[in-house]
Every structure is written in C-alpha cells, then in structure tokens.
C-alpha cells in the first residue's frame, strides 16, 4: 500500500524513487548537493525539502529563485564532496540556487507574503535551517507545532513568539554527530590542515605559514576500534571544506566561478576517503579510490575540459594507460594513448608508483589535496610504501590522513625496539609513525602529539563520564542532572567507547528500558534495571541480537552487503538482485512467518491472497529500514557505507558458512556476467537460462586464451589483459576464494570450481604484479597454484597457462622474502618444464629477482648453465686470449657483408631467449667481472650477426 505522509517524513530517505528521486535544485538540501561537508544524508534532508516547499506553497515560488523552477542538479557525488558537471545548459542557475542553499540566509516567508502568519513563518524557517540539528528532529515535533499555529488562527492567547519544537524529542533516540570529548584533536587536526592551505587561498597567512612550515602533512589518527578515529578526521576535513565557502557572496556565472579567484576561495580545498578492509588483498585498493575521487571532483570543476584532459594526458606521459582504471569513461584515454611497454617487475612498480606521484602533482597545481585512509593496519606493505613514496616525494598541498588501530600495530611497543610478532605490513606502519615525534602538547593532553616536521600523530582515549552526559543531554533533550546518573552508567559498562555508548543506547531503546512518557513529554528510564543489565562487552553479539530480530528482508541485504565489503553503491544493489531475492525466499521458506511479516505490512485490500503471488525483493525498503536501524550511513544518495566495521562482522557472525559461501557465490557470478558484458567476450548471458553451475562455466570460457601470451616471459604475458577491468577481477577473484570449499560442490560449481578459481585468481595475480604489489599478486598465485595440486591434470590440459601461474608464483615468493620457499618452487618447475625454452623462462625470473635483492654472483652462475644448455658455452674463466679472440671474430663478421642483414629478424625461439639471457647476463657481468663483460657482448654481436 501507500506509505503515509506521516511515514514519509519520518522514513530516513535515499532516493528510493527509481530514475525520478532526484530532487530539483529548489527544493534540495545542503547535504544533498555533496558541497555542505556533511556526510550523512538522513530524514532532515526531507525535512529541509518540505520547508522549501511550503515556502513555495505560502509565498508562490521557492525560497531561492531561478529561472526554471524544474530544473534538477547534475552532480559528482563523492566521499566529503561533490563537484558540478559543466555540460548542462542552465549551469548558472544550478550553481547560483545550489550556492543560496549552501550560504544564504533562509529568507522570511511573511515579509514575502505579508499574509503568511509569524509563527508558520518561523517554523518555515526552522525546517529550512543550514545545519540539520538545528531543524525539527521528527516529524512529530512539527506536527504539534503545526497544530499549534493552526489554533493561533482563533485563539489570540497564543503568542506567535512561542518557543518552538517543544515536543521535538518522540521519536527514537537520535545521536547526532557532534565529537564530544575530542576540543583538542580536533583543534590539531585543524591547525594542521590549516599549515597546508595554498597562498591563493583567502585565509592563507604567510606568517603562520611560514613559522608552520611544509604545506604537506601527515597525519595519523590512533585509538582503539570504535573511538572515533573516522569521524574525528571527517569532522576536521568537513570544517576544512565549509571555510572554502564564501558565505556572503554568491558567483554571477558559471565562468566567473570557474575563474582562478573563485576556484581558490570556493573549490581549493577538496578530500576523499578510502578504506582498508580485512581479508580484501586488492592492492592499493583503498589509496586507487581516493585518487579516482579527487581526479573526478577537479574535472568537474574545469571550465574546458578538453584542454584539462590534454595536459593530464602530457604529465602521464607513456604511463597514460594507467589511467583506464581510474577514469569510468575510458574511450578518449584509448584513443590518444600508447600501449603500455613491458618492464621487469620492479621497473613496473615504480613506473605505478612514478604515476601516482605525477598524477596527484598535477592534481595539486590548483587544489589542496587531502586522503583520507582509514583502518592502514590492513594494508598491503606496498600501499604502506605507496604513502611513504608520495610523502618523501614532497608534494606542495598534500594531505595523507591515516586511522589505525593502535592495539593491533604495537604502539605500546618501545620506538627503538621491534616486535617479531607482527606482520610486514604492520612494522611498515610502525615505522611510518615513528616519523612523528613523541614530545607532548603544552596545550592540551598528552593524546596529543606535535610535529617534529610535518608529521603528527592523535592518539584518541576513551570518552569521560562528562563528555557521555554531554551526549546524553543533546540525545534525550533533558538537564545534565537526570543524564549524569545515566551517563556513569553507560561509561562504566561501555568504558568510555563512542561506538559502543551509542549501541548501547540503541539497545536500552530497543530492549524499553529507555521510553518516552508521555504524560511528562519527556525521556524515562529506571536507572536500577540498566545498572543489572548484562551488557555484552562483545558488541558484535549485541549488534548481532538487533538485528536477528529485524525484518528478514533487512536482514538479507544488510548480510548480502556485509559480503560485498564495507561500502556499497546503488549500481551493485541493483546488480545482485537475483542474489538478494533468491537468499530471502530462502529464509522464506524455512521460516514459518507469514509473507506479510516478511514485507513489513499487509495490504487490507488483499483479500484474495495475491500478495503472495509475484512477491519481489524490495530493495529500497530494506535500504531504508537498514539506515534507520544504524547498520548503513549514506555518503550520498547513491553510495552507502557500514556505519562501522563492528556491525558488518555483526552481520557475518548472523548467518551461516553455507549461507555465505551462497551470498559470495551469487556475487561472483553477477560480477562475472557484469564483466562478460563488459568485454563483449562471449554469448549474450543475459539470455542463459541455465543454472547458476552452467553459467559460471559458459562465462569468459576463452578467459585464458584472451589473457594468455608467450610463456616465455610471465611479466609479458599480463600485458593483453584490459587495464580497464582490474577492479572487477580482483573483486571476482576475492568472492570466489572467500566460497571456500562448498565451490566445488554440486549446488555451487561443482567441478568446475577449481577451473573458476585458478582462472580469476590467475588474472587477479597478474594485475596486481604488474603494479608491483608482490605480497598482494602472492595470495591470488598461491590460490591458484592450489587449484593446480588439487587437479595435476591441468599440465596436461592447459600446459602454457599452468606453467605461467607457476611461474609467477615462484617470483612472488622469492620477491617477498619467501626464498627458500621460492628455490623449492623453481626446482619443482623446472622439472615441469616441457622444453628448454620453459627452463630458460623459469631461469630468466630468477635471475630478475636474484639481481632485485644484489645477488649478483650467484645470478651470473646459474644464468651461464642455462646458456650452456641453450647450446652457448661461456667458460667461467676469462682469459685475454679468449676475449681477443672473440673481438676478431666479430671483425671478420663485419667485413663479411653478405653475412650482416640488417632487415632480418630473428625467427628461432631458442637463439631469441638466448639473445634475452645473454642481455641479462651481460647487465650483470658488468658489475661482476669486466672480463665476462666483454665476452659476452662480443658473444651477443656475433650470435645477432648469425641469427638475426
């Protein structure tokens, strides 16, 4: 049935009206516009849009005018801001009426319209106010002050002057999102950010800027989970952002907003957020989502786009093509850029990491750049070098913020002493922090600790009895007497977590130990039964009880996207709707609750029984009720994210292995189908009506073919696979791994789960490679290789793209560190090998990752029995006589002129690895031994002569 007005207002809104949710520009909030600096996007948004609304109703036209009143904002929506696209023909307008949400005062709706009553006005006003915790906080608040301005009308002892939104405190307890307890980090953080403001920008001090030094800073944020190390950093960067704004001023036009003044003052200072996660081994994963971010937020600000696009193009250079995974329309970076040329494996690091630094340079030329990285104690040791390189290279502008968990890195641990316990990773970061030094703030705690140059480290403590009473006060709008005796309470129990304080008022609420009464028209509770409650200090199991008893409709997607990862958009809702569907009617049919229970309401007209014909999954409901319940907080209208990692293992604790593995399963198939329409690769999958085993298998069944090239080189043959589609193989291939063993069951893929696994997993090792993420590329090769154990058939069936996994493997474990690992795993191939080039390909690695750790003696020896077996014996001893005898040779050579054709080209496999042996050999002979030196080049010259 219809929802009600009532239900309307009071609904945590997300834009669920399929392709006409967007709001127009009139009537839109500041949050919606992705430029307030505020993250969450909640019910208040809705609120705001009626005050517009009945302004629109009192007055006859909306509060901010323009030309057309239907015109609807196009904008990027992006993790801490959006940027306005420069291609629609009423820009202008949108961006003077989005300006006048975002800075100008609410106007009056009786001095437009004399005959609007005072009091209506006001609570227009309210509605309509910037900030969303200074509007009416439930729809129930409004309605009684409605109804109150409604009896002013015949009853004049009602004072139009009245206070408003007395009754504003029913519904259920909303924590805000001022940081309590957090002045001082919060006022370094700032200050920090404020040192590295561009002189173009207004509030630039030389002096301060000068005496601050670096205008690049990084900044750690340290503190156990849940004490609001994400949130302290989102409110710094948001105040960072709002001073952009000029709050008197509105731009003429959309060139003069463009112009170099008004980009300084308005769009200077632009940041994006990025998030580790646990398990997930994409390299860079979270470090590639914070440069994509702000390369969109700038090109949506440049008034030629064209002419931005060429000069980004100039400062990559030949690395241009790495742009494809960055940029979501990739046609013109194809169409004027070169194929990317093969490197050795560290070569190929550095040129990613060269690009990255180059990329955000340019970035920087006329923005302040802030990165937002949160949870780095997951992170990959190459993205931990990744931030290392960015801040050694000294980038003027840049901003690296970075949220650990300081009991899972060894903060406690002595600077100058190491732990063995921890991972590589860990002790990376480790040593990243030291960079900070450890003297303490005069003017403020020692949580606190200031730059030596322009690093600094925050290191956040449990909230004070003070700081929850503060909360609790705002929360329950009532005197600090009655929520002090609370407040100890809940700071005993919770032992000062900001997470865990706010669960746990959720859970009172939830349990109806804190009600509202409606006689005192305030908040109870009966302080005796909370102090006996038996609070869970596992507030996974806390978080789990809530939502066990949820609808299993909001259930299934907060589980199914608790699978995806921590964030999530719309577009992959919309692509795991089979998943979604076929999970809930799962729960369905084990369930004995009537399908009414399952939906939410029951439809009185539905007498027939219809209903339970053709029930589909509703996506937006679930999203909606997942909101309100606090499992997902909205970043905009279109991305969503887990309000914390605690209530996404909450939700994976929920259910089952079995049903995960499903959810996993369903996942990677729909990503699968996603990329084989991508690729145009196949049969049109959209058409297969087989089952979900038979479709995995008819998906990208020339995969290899297609991604498999000479196996004479393993760092070339990932040189075929399309830049564009690294983010979904990676993601494929992390679905299928975290399946399990149920893969390869009957239900699932059945035998041919092993094939799915080693292809994806193959692939995702190869991208990750080539970027030089070695400990990344390992996890996918190991799985791979596993998959090459359990089936031995697979040298027989697939030889060249086997022996390549293989390969690879080995190189991987010898480039982390594995080496005795890695000398096993080149002995066992090279009995593998079918013939001499494959043992001159497995050799030719070795080599690389011998000369990558200066193990140049041993490189040099066994590069010389593999030319010998290759037919070139080169004696180990060097005389004169042999080295003038090759110099002669080479002389008759040349004067033979018949015997040089300088067009031919060498055509025998063998002659040509040895020509790539005897390269490498001669690269590291010369630091070796001078002699061996020259005989080998005199050996290559002669050979190229002969051969080609």
């Not at 090109?299 to 960055?326: E, H, Y």
């Not at 890695?822 to 001499?836: G, I, P, R, V």
């Amino acid at each position: 049935g219809r929802r009600s007005s009532f239900e309307l207002l009071t609904s945590s809104s997300v834009g669920g009206g399929g392709e006409d949710a967007d709001v127009p520009v009139h009537y839109m909030s500041p949050e919606q516009t992705g430029r307030s600096g505020t993250a969450d996007v909640d019910f208040r948004s809705d609120l705001y849009s009626l005050g517009c609304t009945l302004y629109a109703l009192s007055t006859g036209h909306p509060p901010f005018m323009g030309e057309k009143k239907d015109k609807k904002v196009s904008f990027i929506s992006t993790d801490g801001g959006g940027g306005y696209l420069g291609n629609n023909d009423n820009d202008d307008e949108i961006l003077r009426i989005t300006h006048a949400h975002l800075a100008q005062s609410v106007p009056n709706a009786n001095e437009a319209n004399s005959s609007v009553p005072l009091l209506l006005s006001r609570i227009i006003s309210r509605l309509m106010a910037k900030a969303p915790n200074a509007r009416y906080q439930t729809a129930f608040g409004l309605r009684s002050d409605l109804v109150l301005c409604l009896q002013s009308l015949t009853n004049p002892y009602i004072s139009p002057d009245i206070p408003l939104a007395l009754r504003d405190n029913v519904a259920a307890p909303h924590m805000n999102s001022f940081l309590y307890g957090r002045e001082d980090e919060l006022a370094l953080l700032e200050r920090s950010l404020r040192s590295s403001i561009s002189p173009y920008n207004d509030d630039y001090d030389e002096d301060t800027a000068e005496e601050e030094g670096d205008t690049r800073a990084l900044i750690f944020i340290a503190g156990p989970s849940g004490s609001g190390k994400t949130a302290l950093a989102n409110q710094a960067l948001s105040n960072r952002s709002s001073k952009n704004r000029s709050p008197s001023s509105s731009p003429s036009s959309l060139s003069s907003l463009m112009s170099s003044s008004a980009s300084a003052s308005s769009f200077h200072f632009i940041h994006s957020y990025g998030k580790f996660e646990a398990g997930f081994t994409s390299p860079y994963s979270a470090i590639l989502v914070c440069v994509r971010s702000l390369l969109l937020q700038v090109s949506a600000k440049v008034p030629d786009i064209n002419i931005w696009k060429g000069d980004l193009l100039s400062t990559c250079g030949a690395s241009a093509r790495l742009l494809l995974n960055l940029w979501p329309e990739s046609s013109w970076i194809n169409a004027n850029t070169p194929v990317l040329e093969d490197l050795p494996v560290h070569e190929s690091r550095v040129r990613f990491e060269m690009f990255i630094q180059s990329l955000l340079q340019f970035l920087a030329r006329s923005h302040t750049l802030a990165l937002l990285l949160d949870d780095v104690q997951w992170a990959g040791i190459e993205s931990l070098d990744l931030v290392r390189t960015l801040h050694d290279a000294r980038i003027d502008r840049l901003i690296i913020i970075m949220t650990y968990r300081d009991d899972e890195v060894g903060d406690e641990i002595p600077v100058n002493q190491e732990d063995t316990s921890l991972s590589a990773p860990l002790r990376v970061l480790r040593k990243l922090r030291n960079m900070t030094s450890s003297s303490s703030s005069s003017s403020s705690s020692d949580a606190i600790t200031v730059p030596s140059s322009t690093a600094i480290t925050v290191k956040l403590h449990p909230l004070s009895t003070n700081d929850v009473c503060s909360m609790i006060t705002d929360t329950l709008h009532c005197g600090s007497d009655q929520a002090l005796a609370l407040a100890q309470v809940v700071q005993h129990k919770t032992g000062g977590n900001a997470f865990f304080v706010g669960r746990m008022m959720r859970e009172l609420y939830r349990c109806g130990m804190l009600t509202f009464n409606w006689e005192l028209m305030r908040w109870s509770f009966d302080l005796k039964d909370i102090q006996s409650m038996e609070f869970t200090d596992n507030v996974v199991q806390m978080i789990g009880q809530g939502l066990h008893s949820a609808l299993p409709s909001t259930q299934t997607l907060v589980c199914v996207c608790a699978c995806i990862g921590s964030s999530f958009n719309k577009d992959m809702l919309d692509l795991l709707t089979s998943v979604f569907m076929t999970l809930w009617q799962t729960s369905m049919s084990s369930s004995s609750s009537s399908v009414e229970d399952y939906l939410g309401h029951k439809d009185k007209d539905d007498s027939d029984g219809s209903i339970n014909q053709g029930i589909t999954f509703d996506i937006i409901s679930a999203l909606n009720a997942a909101v309100e319940e606090g499992y997902f907080m909205t970043q905009d209208s279109h991305n969503f994210r887990f309000t914390h990692d605690r209530v996404r293992q909450a939700a994976l604790a929920l259910k089952s292995q079995e049903w995960l593995s499903k959810a996993h399963y369903g996942i990677a198939e729909s990503l699968i189908d996603k990329s084989h329409k991508i690729s145009n690769d196949g049969d049109d999958v959209s058409n297969n009506k087989q089952d979900g085993r038979r479709k995995s298998v008819t998906f990208h069944k020339d995969v290899r073919s297609s991604s498999s090239s000479s196996s004479s080189s393993s760092s070339s043959s990932s040189s075929s696979l399309s830049t564009a589609d690294e983010e979904i193989h990676f993601d494929i291939a992390q679905h299928l791994n975290d399946v399990g063993p149920l893969l390869h069951a009957d239900d699932f893929a059945g035998k041919n789960g092993y094939d799915l696994l080693f292809r994806y997993n193959r692939i995702a090792g190869l991208f990750a490679k080539n970027k030089g993420a070695f400990s990344s590329a390992l996890s996918y090769f190991s799985a791979a290789c596993d998959c090459i154990h359990a089936c031995p058939s697979m040298w027989s069936s697939d030889y060249t793209v086997t022996f390549e996994a293989s390969l690879a493997y080995a190189e991987c474990l010898f480039l982390t560190g594995a080496r005795e690992e890695a000398d096993k795993a080149f002995e066992e191939l090279e009995k593998k090998a079918q013939s001499k080039i494959d043992k001159a390909s497995v050799v030719m690695v070795q080599l690389t990752s011998l000369t990558s750790v200066n193990r140049y003696d041993k490189a040099l020896s066994l590069g010389l029995q593999c030319a010998g077996l290759l037919g070139c014996s080169i004696p180990a001893q060097i005389t004169p006589e042999l080295i003038m005898q090759t110099v002669d040779d080479v002389d008759k050579l040349f004067d033979e002129e018949d015997r040089f054709i300088p067009s031919s080209e060498m055509t025998d496999p063998e002659q040509h690895i040895l020509t790539q042996l005897l390269t490498s050999l001669g690269s590291i002979a010369y630091f070796v031994d001078k002699s061996m030196f020259v005989l080998i080049c005199g050996t290559i010259a002669t050979r190229t002569m002969q051969y080609g």
